[in-house]
């Protein structure tokens, strides 16, 4: 399979969840440890971003009933064999494969269920760092408003939510870049958009396991691309 890593983002303990997509089919794909819905830290260094990566898969992972009772985790397969970096991508090339994953209709598609990740370009996106240190987001995609979707009816009665406090981001690379690149606390879509080159933003979109009754939506990936070059 060749895979690229679209968001490596730490979980709880040693868990790691790395997701991205087989180049080949353009499904999404979540490698995972046998027995578990994660990866370990051990195989953080395995993946490079903006790479393309050789895999071996098994079989899908047998769902866990505690943790996913609606079946949204589908993407999730058994990392069965070696990892091997084939090739960098290229800025135009990850520019058009996430414009062929963009999800059109982000709300029905969460309504559908069956699925645990999602790719977005966001109308409208912000985000600052809170009281707490950690970095909250707001974003419109796709027919959802992050900071209303815990009040539509439809999508809670397939039990997604979002925090109160916005979504939670778990993408590593994040801070770093808005540090750097930005120079900033605080970003818009705006504030992106004005760096050299006119880059184009997107989020990868994931539904945490089943925890009070939810699935909560995180934003586990962002990207940063154009034309000539991959800032994300």
């Known amino acids: 399979m060749?895979?690229?890593?679209?968001?490596?983002?730490?979980?709880?303990?040693?868990?790691?969840?790395?997701?991205?997509?087989?180049?080949?089919?353009?499904?999404?794909v979540r490698?995972?440890?046998s027995g578990r819905r994660c990866l370990f830290t051990e195989h953080v260094g395995l993946f490079i971003p903006n790479c393309?990566?050789?895999l071996r898969l098994g079989a899908k992972q047998r769902r866990d009933m505690?943790?996913?009772p609606d079946g949204r985790h589908t993407e999730d397969r058994v990392l069965a064999g070696p990892v091997s970096v084939a090739e960098q991508i290229e800025p135009r090339e990850k520019l058009q494969l996430l414009g062929e994953l963009r999800e059109p209709d982000l709300r029905?598609?969460?309504?559908?269920?069956?699925?645990?990740?999602?790719?977005?370009?966001?109308e409208v996106f912000?985000?600052?760092?809170?009281?707490?240190?950690?970095?909250?987001?707001?974003?419109?995609?796709?027919?959802?408003?992050?900071d209303s979707l815990r009040l539509d009816a439809e999508v809670a009665s397939a039990r997604v939510g979002v925090s109160g406090r916005g979504c939670k981001g778990t993408c590593p690379l994040w801070e770093r870049f808005a540090g750097e690149d930005l120079g900033a606390q605080e970003a818009?879509?705006?504030?992106?958009?004005r760096l050299p080159g006119r880059p184009t933003l997107f989020l990868t979109l994931s539904l945490s396991a089943l925890k009070f009754e939810k699935y909560w939506l995180i934003v586990a990936g962002v990207h940063v691309v154009g034309r000539g070059r991959i800032w994300l």
Request: contains cysteine; negative net charge; charged residues 20%.
């Open 126 to 146: 912000a985000t600052q760092l809170d009281v707490e240190g950690a970095f909250r987001w707001q974003f419109s995609a796709g027919g959802v408003t992050s």
């Open 66 to 68: 505690r943790v996913d």
């Open 31 to 33: 490698p995972v440890a």
């Open 2 to 28: 060749r895979f690229l890593p679209l968001t490596m983002a730490q979980m709880g303990g040693e868990g790691v969840c790395v997701a991205g997509v087989d180049l080949d089919t353009r499904e999404w």
């Open 188 to 193: 818009t879509r705006e504030t992106i958009e």
């Open 52 to 54: 393309v990566h050789e």
């Open 108 to 122: 029905a598609a969460l309504v559908a269920g069956g699925r645990s990740l999602f790719l977005v370009g966001p």
